[in-house]
């Protein structure tokens, strides 16, 4: 079974840019998370879709953005980028099961570099 | 949320077992034990997961202390390729919410 795919794997942008990015989660996952990893703040929550549905959302500003498709595709959006945003960008798909447990599979990562 | 402490990096010879302790002395009764281990420039990759019960699976194995305020992850018989950041991180099942919350985990170095 395929893996979580994220595109592109690297993207340099401008401040005050936008950017889209990728997330094609494990097939039959319906749950998509994505997160911001940086040296300083370290793994952080920006959301979680599922069911095309936003169900959870971190502590970031509404520049960030994000949206899921009807076959659990994902993309998130970053408007008006800051030399901040910087970071790794890693996607992770869940199978939402009717078991309390869940575990979350990691894509490699969107790396964004910003100028 | 409960919050983990772990050692900050720890070392470990090729082929002995490696146990990586975490503390989550504020866990509550529903909150499940994670485990997940970041090898440089890649993403985050789970590895086991429990709430009372030790767990064993093809990675690793989960020791979790009956009053639930530590646990330790084993691998039995590390390679060099276990060399990575192991993160111990404490959440609620799915239904509940699929945040993760990782601290600054244990850098492991596995030695020849």
């Known amino acids: 079974k395929a893996g979580v795919t994220q595109t592109p794997r690297y993207l340099i942008k401008t401040r005050g840019q936008q950017v889209t990015l990728s997330c094609s989660p494990i097939?039959?996952?319906?749950?998509v998370s994505w997160y911001q990893q940086t040296p300083g703040q370290g793994l952080q929550f920006l959301f979680e879709?599922?069911?095309?549905?936003?169900?959870n959302k971190g502590n970031f500003p509404g520049r960030f953005s994000g949206r899921q498709f009807s076959n659990s595709r994902s993309e998130m959006n970053v408007s008006t980028l800051e030399l901040g945003d910087s970071a790794l960008y890693l996607c992770?798909?869940?199978?939402?099961?009717?078991?309390?447990?869940?575990?979350?599979?990691f894509g490699p990562g969107t790396r964004l570099t910003v100028l | 949320d409960a919050k983990t402490t772990q050692p900050t990096s720890m070392d470990c010879a090729e082929g002995r077992a490696a146990n990586l302790p975490c503390n989550h002395s504020?866990?509550?009764?529903?909150?499940?034990v994670y485990w997940y281990r970041q090898i440089h420039s890649q993403g985050p990759q789970y590895i086991i997961h429990?709430?009372?019960n030790n767990e064993t699976n093809e990675m690793a194995s989960l020791i979790i202390t009956e009053d639930r305020k530590s646990s330790t992850l084993i691998l039995p018989h590390a390679t060099l390729r276990d060399t990575a950041v192991y993160y111990c991180?404490?959440?609620?099942?799915?239904?509940?919410?699929?945040?993760?919350?990782f601290g600054g985990g244990t850098r492991l170095m596995v030695k020849p």
């Open positions: 992770a798909s869940s199978l939402v099961a009717a078991v309390m447990y869940n575990e979350q599979f």
């Open positions: 097939s039959g996952h319906r749950s």
């Open positions: 879709y599922f069911s095309e549905t936003q169900r």
């Open positions: 504020t866990i509550s009764g529903n909150e499940y």
């Open positions: 429990g709430l009372k």
């Open positions: 991180i404490v959440g609620y099942p799915h239904n509940a919410g699929n945040m993760l919350t």
